[in-house]
């Protein structure tokens, strides 16, 4: 038998969240309680401060991996909550999963997926509004999905006339991408600053590279242009 799906958390009421620079956390898979985290200090990769290694565009331009969005959002947020060896718990419980599949259902959350064949190796999920997209968790099962999915991400809301992408909290492996720490107070002003609609969606952004007849090598070039 299944468990009982837990409530979820209204749509409106994370929207509101994220818009106050605050999104929820629970102590493990199974807690039934959330609780909102305004952190002190805030990651953020700036758009144009990408950093692309040479072996990262080698693994775009080889076109190794079929890059998605959207296509298998439960799935990335399952494998998100998979524990890992260095957490053995999940601060994403059942009701986070379920409200954020609901989000993604009202559009304003997305995923990324990366995929070896029919295969889903890697990928990233977060929250979006305005200009802004709050990444929430990524994972990877083999060696550069999670680095693939991010370059994806950024040149998608490059193209798409995103303006803020959040990291939450910062990590090592962010700040090897070119992620910054700043205080919150910062962050906040880049968020309300952040308002408006962009010029297109990330589903659509992603869609218009996959038109390319090398559509990795279409998203190197486009994020070499400034990094």
Known sequence: MHAPVPETIPVELLLRAYRSGVFPMADHRSDREVYWVEPRERAIIPLDGFHMSKSLKKVLRQDRFRVSCDEAFPNVIAACAEPREELS?????????????ELQRAGHAHSIEVWQ???????LYGVAFDRVFCGE?????????????LAWLVAAMRRAGYALLDCQFMTDHLATMGAVAM???????????????????IPQAVAAANAHSSPGNSIAQDLTQTS
């Open 89 to 101: 718990e999940s601060w994403i419980s059942h009701q986070i999963e379920a409200s954020y599949i």
């Open 117 to 123: 064949g029919e295969e889903l190796v890697g990928g």
């Open 137 to 149: 968790s990524m994972f990877s099962r083999t060696d550069n999905a999670s680095k693939v999915a």
């Open 183 to 201: 205080p919150q107070s910062a962050y906040l002003e880049r968020l309300f600053a952040a308002t408006g609609t962009p010029l297109s969606s």
